[in-house]
């Protein structure tokens, strides 16, 4: 039920960031050709958005696996080594995403935080917003490769 939940919110989430963008410079560029009006809090919503949109779809790409990746240099390995190597190799990949993912979301609590008091040029709101959104996807991510990697250890799907 609850991750259900979290995987509706992740859905909807990632459309209303990607239509908003839209709507955004849409409405910017036809302010701007026809009535030559422009607003300077159009384009750092867009930029905001367009941040949580990044970090926030990232989570929700992995759930399905579906990344860009090249897959030469793994390929390669796994025909090379014996399944114990495989294995290790398999061990070391995930667990460097896992640290370099908690590393992430550990530097951006700290960025926002320290960046709390700075406010943004056009809406005025904290700079903290923008890094927050690093940490959560980054969170959210490591969430996923972590029950991710388990299942697949489970499996024996190295």
């Known amino acids: 039920m609850l991750k259900r939940i979290y995987e509706t919110f992740e859905?909807?989430?990632?459309?209303?960031?990607?239509?908003?963008?839209?709507l955004l410079l849409v409405i910017g560029v036809i302010l701007r050709s026809i009535f030559s009006i422009s607003f300077a809090w159009n384009i750092e919503l867009s930029r905001y958005s367009f941040v949580w949109l990044t970090f926030i779809g990232a989570a929700y790409?992995?759930?399905?696996?579906?990344?860009?990746?090249?897959?030469?240099?793994a390929?390669?390995?796994?025909?090379?080594?014996?399944?114990a190597g495989c294995v290790?190799?398999?061990?070391?990949?995930?667990?460097?995403?896992?640290?370099y993912l908690a590393l992430l979301v550990y530097f951006s609590y700290l960025l926002s935080t320290?960046?709390?008091?700075?406010?943004?040029?056009?809406?005025?709101?904290?700079?903290?917003?923008?890094?927050?959104?690093?940490?959560?996807?980054?969170?959210l991510y490591l969430i996923r490769?972590?029950?991710?990697?388990?299942?697949?250890f489970k499996r024996g799907d190295f």
């Not at 790409?61 to 240099?73: A, G, M, N, P, Q």
């Not at 290790?88 to 640290?99: D, N, R």
């Open 114 to 139: 320290q960046t709390w008091a700075f406010k943004s040029q056009a809406m005025q709101i904290p700079q903290s917003f923008l890094y927050i959104s690093v940490g959560i996807g980054s969170l």
């Open 88 to 99: 290790l190799y398999w061990l070391v990949t995930k667990f460097v995403s896992v640290v």
């Open 145 to 152: 490769e972590i029950v991710d990697s388990i299942l697949r």
């Open 61 to 73: 790409v992995r759930r399905t696996d579906s990344h860009i990746k090249i897959d030469l240099f």
């Open 75 to 83: 390929n390669y390995i796994r025909k090379k080594l014996p399944r």
């Open 11 to 22: 859905e909807y989430f990632t459309c209303v960031f990607f239509i908003l963008i839209f």
